[in-house]
């Protein structure tokens, strides 16, 4: 990702303070530099985060899922009232296959929480990761996902 790219992320979140700086160490020399630094931002106010990802189209963010197993099924509070319905009815049937019968939600949540027990979304910023000398980074995002079984 270009550094220009992550700068207005980093505007668009309010600007958000430095978490924690960190130099790190990778195996592979060919792709990665030998030593880079780790730059740490934490943002506690899901409306911010909601917004980025509303801004571009590449990745559309969903906040909640219902899954059967490892499979994501679909939710019948998000559905219209009639494929609402179709769907109520083939689950109801006796002979038919489970129909995506939820059996877990997943939640991504984003606060301050209870205590020290905080649920912040932290984007992480490798600038100079790769070896070739260029103006692009490596972003992650890493969020808590609270798993509730249905």
Request: with cysteine; net charge positive.
């Given at each position: 990702?270009?550094?220009?790219?992550?700068?207005?992320?980093?505007?668009?979140?309010?600007n958000?303070?430095?978490?924690?700086?960190?130099?790190?160490?990778?195996?592979?020399?060919?792709?990665?530099?030998k030593?880079?630094?780790?730059?740490?931002?934490?943002?506690?106010?899901e409306?911010?985060?909601?917004?980025?990802?509303?801004?571009q189209n590449?990745?559309?963010?969903k906040?909640?899922?219902?899954y059967?197993?490892?499979?994501e099924?679909?939710?019948?509070?998000e559905m219209?009232?009639?494929?609402?319905?179709a769907?109520?009815k083939?689950?109801?049937?006796?002979?038919?296959?489970k129909?995506?019968?939820?059996?877990?939600?997943?939640?991504?949540e984003?606060?301050?929480g209870?205590?020290?027990c905080?649920r912040?979304?932290?984007?992480i910023w490798?600038?100079n990761?790769?070896?070739?000398?260029?103006a692009?980074?490596?972003l992650?995002?890493?969020?808590?996902?609270?798993?509730v079984?249905?």
């Amino acid at each position: 990702m270009p550094n220009e790219y992550f700068s207005h992320i980093l505007h668009r979140l309010g600007n958000p303070t430095l978490f924690s700086v960190r130099d790190t160490k990778h195996r592979r020399q060919p792709i990665f530099r030998k030593e880079t630094k780790r730059l740490s931002y934490k943002v506690y106010e899901e409306q911010l985060f909601r917004d980025v990802f509303q801004e571009q189209n590449f990745v559309t963010l969903k906040t909640t899922a219902l899954y059967e197993n490892d499979r994501e099924v679909a939710d019948i509070s998000e559905m219209d009232v009639e494929d609402a319905l179709a769907l109520a009815k083939e689950r109801a049937k006796r002979n038919a296959p489970k129909a995506g019968r939820p059996t877990s939600r997943s939640t991504i949540e984003i606060g301050y929480g209870e205590g020290r027990c905080t649920r912040e979304a932290e984007f992480i910023w490798w600038p100079n990761l790769y070896s070739n000398p260029s103006a692009n980074g490596k972003l992650s995002i890493r969020l808590y996902t609270k798993k509730v079984l249905v």
